[in-house]
């Protein structure tokens, strides 16, 4: 209707209005945009994106954007060059390994966390965190040793992003609603912030993620889930009324 209207043609100006900042200011000085997670953007800050990039080819700028490779196919962005970023070889991963337990482990976890990781450190990391939670990896002289059959014996549900997903089970309903406020603010949010969108005591629930190895406290104020797949399994509890809703509340509140 006309309320819808007008609500556009304030987001085209204040879209409009962004576009010419950055593209003035890369007329007077090098300029460097730096944007995180590409593969969450919406419509309308990817046409303020498509309007940017094609602007600043002629000038001093870079516009560096990170993504799941997988995730941005669809959304027409030409690039001067792509960086993919490969899998850990074993050596890396053994690295990881002995940087993450701060000392030396038994060989039988390279191995098994290179053939169920494939390489992906997050997975690795993921992998690593599910076998001290259940037990599996305990420290032995210095060291660390596998017990009985090590990772085989992990029930992770699908892959080891499920097992990290998996530690929302225990939370309550209730204690799921305060981090989906958390998870439609973003990958790292403030707690004053959460606090706007929060019905009940939020403090104790981020104290109960925390433990669960679902977020991590970073300084002051601010907390970050450990990995957006967190996120997305917090927002497909969500209704399409209720998403909308908190959108609305979390953006009055930033």
């Known amino acids: 209707g006309e309320s819808d209207g007008f609500r556009e043609e304030i987001a085209s100006r204040h879209f409009l209005a962004l576009s010419e900042f950055l593209l003035r200011a ?49 959304l027409a962005l030409s690039a001067e060059q792509n960086l993919s970023l490969e899998n850990f070889t074993q050596d890396e991963l053994q690295l990881l390994l002995e940087t993450s337990l701060e000392g030396p482990s038994d060989p039988r976890l390279l191995e098994q966390v290179h053939l169920a990781s494939n390489g992906n450190p997050f997975v690795a990391s993921a992998l690593l965190e599910a076998a001290l939670d259940e037990g599996q990896l305990v420290p032995h002289w210095g060291s660390w040793r596998l017990e009985g059959d090590g990772l085989a014996r992990l029930e992770l549900p699908g892959d080891a992003i499920g097992a990290v997903v998996a530690r929302l089970d225990p939370l309550e309903e209730s204690q799921r609603q305060v981090l989906r406020g958390a998870a439609v603010l973003g990958l790292s949010f403030l707690a004053s912030e959460l606090a706007q969108l929060s019905q009940i005591p939020f403090y104790p629930v981020l ?27 917090l927002l497909q509890g969500l209704t399409p009324e209720e998403e909308r809703l908190l959108h609305r509340q979390a953006a009055s509140t930033v």
Request: charged share 30%; proline share 0%.
């Open 207 to 233: 104290a109960e993620a925390r433990r669960l190895k679902l977020l991590e406290k970073l300084e002051g104020d601010h907390y970050r889930f450990l990995h957006d797949r967190i996120r997305e399994a």
């Open 26 to 74: 890369a007329d007077s000085q090098a300029l460097l945009v730096l944007i995180d997670d590409l593969h969450w953007i919406d419509q309308s800050s990817l046409q303020v994106l498509r309007q940017v990039t094609q602007g600043l080819a002629q000038t001093r700028s870079l516009v560096l954007a990170t993504s799941r490779q997988q995730e941005i196919a669809g």
